[in-house]
């Protein structure tokens, strides 16, 4: 389960167990459950973010390899035909 179901299967819990915001404590869970909530979305945002990113720079790490080639090739050749 990721993070962002298990969130949402603590806020079922808390709607079965019919905790509202009738009490002091019943106030600090649904606002808990809002923060882990946000945090869920935001986490899964990350991770996303973070796959992009990943993969922007295995690119160019393999463009750069393909410039480095051509410039140590270049380099070979040139001080043999000196």
């Known amino acids: 389960m990721d993070i962002k179901s298990n969130a949402s299967y603590i806020k079922g819990l808390a709607e ?3 905790i509202g ?3 002091k404590e019943g106030k ?3 606002k808990m459950l809002e923060l882990i909530e946000a945090m869920a979305e935001r986490i899964e945002d990350l991770e996303a973010e973070t796959v992009e990113l990943r993969d922007y720079i295995e ?3 393999e463009d750069l390899g393909l410039v ?3 410039l140590y090739l270049d380099g070979e ?3 043999e035909n000196y």
């Open 16 to 18: 079965g167990y019919e």
């Open 21 to 23: 915001n009738d009490t």
């Open 28 to 30: 600090v869970i649904t």
């Open 59 to 61: 690119e160019v790490d």
């Open 68 to 70: 480095e080639d051509d």
């Open 77 to 79: 050749e040139n001080s």
